[in-house]
């Protein structure tokens, strides 16, 4: 697969972006196959098991989830992802983000969840997906609507989490946060 073009990187807690809201997405065309490359390789070059389109600057609801840990015949690429169902149950497990230099905390998830969405080919579709699955999709549809793990997070260990990350962040040279 050739390079994609330079133009989308990942973006860092304290970016807007990540505080956005996403618009849906109303054609998947070659712009938007061009995006999920990029993310694609983003989330392949820093490994990350998924990606939402806010981390790499654009403010579209695409999701991209590693397909191992999805079940099997779900789409990697979720266009206008939403979660239609949620159980009582939850799984208290560590969570991280690309955006916060992969910085771990344990957080509440539920256990599964049921999330209608689009494929790239337009065909509307649904995943039902348990543990780490549930909390990929989760995680990253979060995104889609402005909101970073940390959010789920008392204050005090979000304040943890947020000064670990700007104490990396600033250590890999990335700059001054």
């Known amino acids: 697969m050739p390079a994609v073009k330079r133009k989308y990187r990942l973006h ?16 998947f065309g070659e712009a938007e196959a061009e995006l999920v490359r990029a993310m694609a390789e983003i989330a392949a ?23 191992s840990i999805l079940p099997e015949g779900a789409a990697p690429v979720l266009v ?17 983000c690309l955006s916060l ?6 957080l509440a998830r539920p256990a599964r969840v049921v999330v209608k969405y689009t494929d790239p080919e337009g065909r509307e579709r ?6 780490f699955g549930a ?4 995680h ?5 609507d402005g909101v970073l793990f940390i959010d ?11 000064d670990r990350f700007r104490k990396m962040y600033r250590e890999l040279g990335l700059g001054t946060r």
Not at 152 to 162: E, I, M, N, T, Y
């Open 12 to 27: 860092y807690l304290d970016d807007p972006v990540l505080r956005e809201k996403s618009v849906p997405v109303d054609e």
């Open 45 to 67: 070059a820093h490994r990350g098991v998924g990606l939402a389109a806010p981390q790499a600057g654009v403010l579209q609801r695409i999701i991209l989830v590693t397909p």
């Open 80 to 96: 206008n992802p939403e979660v239609v169902w949620r159980s009582p149950e939850t799984e208290n497990e560590e969570e991280g």
């Open 101 to 106: 230099l992969s910085v771990m905390t344990p």
């Open 126 to 131: 649904e995943v039902e997906a348990e543990g």
């Open 135 to 138: 909390r990929a999709l989760l």
């Open 140 to 144: 990253e549809i979060d995104h889609l």
């Open 152 to 162: 789920h997070l008392s204050r005090l260990k979000r304040k943890f989490v947020r």
